[in-house]
């Protein structure tokens, strides 16, 4: 009788991925299924993580997520590529807005105002 791989492999060029390859992306390995599917679950509704694609349940399409769950390989690499925490992000706002404001009043600056009107 053939084992079960924790982390079953996956064609690098596979155009969808499971939630194997996004615990072990996430480096994840301590995450029990259920708890993963939680994580992966919030991480789509608070995040904007790729959701899965819809999958077929007792003939019906629904998109609730499973361990057989599919998720748009792609997307999921793009957005582990791209993720910064919260806290990150916001600290990045703050700095543009803090600069954008020091390059308008330096612009406002050198304004001259023109007399003149009707």
Do not use: N
């Amino acid at each position: 009788m053939a084992s079960r791989q924790p982390f079953p492999q996956q064609a690098a060029d596979a155009p969808s991925c499971s939630i194997w390859y996004i615990q072990l992306r996430l480096g994840r390995h301590d995450y029990s299924v259920p708890r993963m599917l939680t994580y992966v679950g919030q991480l789509t509704e608070q995040y904007q993580f790729p959701p899965a694609y819809p999958r077929m349940k007792a003939g019906k399409l629904v998109q609730d997520i499973s361990d057989k769950s599919r998720w748009p390989r792609e997307a999921v690499d793009q957005w582990l590529a791209d993720f910064l925490p919260p806290a990150t992000t916001a600290a990045l706002d703050a700095a543009a807005l803090a600069a954008a404001a020091t390059e308008m009043d330096g612009r406002a600056g050198m304004l001259r105002l023109v007399k003149g009107g009707r």
